[in-house]
Nanobody
Framework: QLQLVESGGASVQAGGSLRLSCAAS????????MAWFRQAPGKEREGVAG????????YYADSVKGRFTISQDNAKNTAYLQMNILKPEDTAMYYC?????????????????WGLGTQVTVSS
């Protein structure tokens, strides 16, 4: 069973940077499509970035293009989300998800496995 554990969330000022980590166990993360999602209070969970298996093609929501970068370290079985030029609207709980079942990569219903999330708060 694939288990995912996020870390790296924090409170930062606007314009700052954070790197989130998603450590996987029970499965080789690079063999599945994985993604980062976020959910702000009162809002639906939204796809932020995705990466195809074996560190292939990457996908980004328009709101984070040019600021966020998704990557994987196969040796550590860990995925990352580098977030730069953070904005207050990036404030949310961030989740990693894996084992994409097809369809739109940014739809939460298309993933089998989820972590518990890590909180990112960006103040102005």
């Amino acid at each position: 069973q694939l288990q995912l554990v996020e870390s790296g969330g924090a409170s930062v000022q606007a314009g700052g940077s954070l790197r989130l980590s998603c450590a996987a166990s029970g499965y080789t993360l690079s063999s599945v499509f994985m993604a980062w999602f976020r959910q702000a209070p009162g809002k639906e969970r939204e796809g932020v970035a995705g990466i195809a298996s074996a560190g292939g093609r990457t996908y980004y929501a328009d709101s984070v293009k040019g600021r966020f970068t998704i990557s994987q370290d196969n040796a550590k079985n860990t995925a990352y989300l580098q977030m730069n030029i953070l904005k207050p609207e990036d404030t949310a709980m961030y989740y990693c998800a894996a084992n994409f079942r097809g369809g739109e990569w940014y739809q939460p219903r298309n993933y089998n496995y989820w972590g518990l999330g890590t909180q990112v708060t960006v103040s102005s």
